[in-house]
């Protein structure tokens, strides 16, 4: 299941990356292709303006032969103007006849048929436009532009566009090879991402089942108990109620467990699913405190626990009181059920700065160390035997965890086996 889910992951990102690769180059191509062209056409304007302002009465010649054979050279700051950022310019001046009068450079046939065909068109000479034109296999930017002088000529400004093209096309070249890696690489990466995305994904599968595994057993024992008993009671036919009370008690016993066990089930269950609504009250801690502790004095007693609690008055928190009773119930009666008989338990309420401290100190079986980053897991008990015996599920200090951290706190653990244990919540006072 989770390779098919991995591949998914995998495929999925690679051709998010991979697209947006794509239109970044695609982008990065069209953007400098733009600026070519825009800087070109900006070039030619202006050079245009410098051939307008010419003297051309030097380009008319009466000579039977073709100017084209003895072309005049231009005047010097139009040559060395004639090159601007590395852009080469060509132009062909025309008599008001459409005859070639002077070439900046010799064009074959076809180019001059080619160019020369745009001077019939009125429409882009007077609008001046810059037209692309292709004559044989290669492609050019011509600027047509109609002077008035003692006759009238035209002049073209020539751009061979196959430079700018070849530049372009090692552009695109550069983007295939550098994209072929790059999406090699982003494959490569999207399945590490997949991977580490699964790894949460994993953990909760796994904790869901552990859980399920822990929540079957945990019923089983019960239900197994309660079976052998009440089958041990109804084997009587002739005992009473009361010869048979023992097997009945023990039954109850065990639906009271069975019963506790479902209750805290179902609530882990709203937890997962954000169902439980949490309250935000202004909660007297100290006189809540002294309720709670008011409460457990039977259990207290009935464990022969020597019970000193050190709480400060008026100490008040915004949040829910019935959790935070549930808080205090679960750390106050691990502190029994862990204790020694005839044990010792100190509870104290006070504040500490921005903070309210909760601390519960037990003389009792204590921790291992191994076992104290797993002490909040769910179900999780470090003496199975005892805590079925004591009515434990292993699910109470991570329900305490929740309610400490739904509150903004935040809970620790201090403990050396056979020593005792001391649990600290620390609660911001958010007044």
Request: with cysteine; net charge negative.
């Amino acid at each position: 299941m989770f390779k098919k889910l991995e591949k998914e992951i995998t495929v999925h990102n690679a051709v998010i990356l991979i697209v947006s690769l794509i239109i970044f180059c695609m982008s990065v191509y069209i953007f400098t292709k733009g600026t070519i062209d825009k800087a070109i056409d900006k070039l030619i304007r202006k050079r245009i303006e410098f051939y307008r302002d010419m003297d051309t009465s030097r380009y008319y010649n009466n000579s039977e032969e073709h100017i084209r054979r003895y072309p005049k050279p231009l005047p010097q700051e139009a040559k060395t103007d004639s090159f601007d950022f590395k852009i080469r310019f060509d132009f062909i001046i025309y008599d008001d006849d459409k005859e070639i009068m002077y070439e900046s450079r010799l064009q074959s046939e076809e180019n001059i048929e080619t160019f020369k065909n745009l001077l019939w068109d009125e429409k882009n000479i007077n609008e001046e436009n810059i037209v692309k034109v292709v004559s044989g296999d290669r492609e050019y930017r011509v600027f047509t532009a109609y002077i008035k002088d003692e006759k009238g000529i035209y002049i073209q400004l020539i751009h061979d566009y196959e430079v700018n093209k070849a530049f372009l096309n090692k552009l695109l070249i550069m983007f295939l090879t550098v994209g072929g890696v790059s999406i090699a690489a982003l494959i490569l990466i999207s399945k590490q991402f997949a991977k580490r995305a699964l790894i949460p994904i994993k953990e909760s599968w796994e904790q869901q089942k552990n859980f399920v595994a822990d929540a079957s057993h945990e019923i089983r024992t019960p239900l197994a108990v309660l079976q052998i008993n009440l089958e041990a009671a109804m084997s009587d036919n002739k005992g009473t109620i009361e010869e048979n009370e023992i097997w009945l008690e023990n039954a109850m016993s065990e639906v009271r467990k069975m019963s506790e066990l479902v209750n805290e089930l179902l609530m882990l269950a709203r937890i997962d699913a954000n169902e439980i609504e949490i309250k935000n009250d202004i909660i007297d801690l100290s006189l809540l405190s002294h309720e709670v502790v008011e409460k457990l004095e039977v259990l207290f007693e009935a464990s022969n626990i020597i019970f000193n609690k050190e709480i400060e008055d008026q100490l008040c928190i915004k949040g829910d009181e019935a959790k935070i009773s549930q808080l205090i119930v679960i750390l106050l009666d691990n502190a029994v059920k862990y204790n020694r008989l005839g044990g010792n338990i100190f509870f104290s309420v006070k504040r500490e700065d921005k903070l309210i401290l909760l601390t519960i100190k037990d003389t009792g079986i204590g921790i291992e160390e191994k076992d104290l980053k797993h002490i909040f897991d769910r179900f999780y008990m470090v003496d199975k035997s005892r805590s079925r015996e004591k009515g434990g599920s292993g699910l109470g200090l991570s329900i305490a965890k929740w309610i400490v951290e739904i509150h903004k706190g935040k809970i620790h653990v201090e403990s050396k086996k056979d020593e005792g244990s001391i649990f600290t919540v620390k609660i911001p006072i958010n007044m």
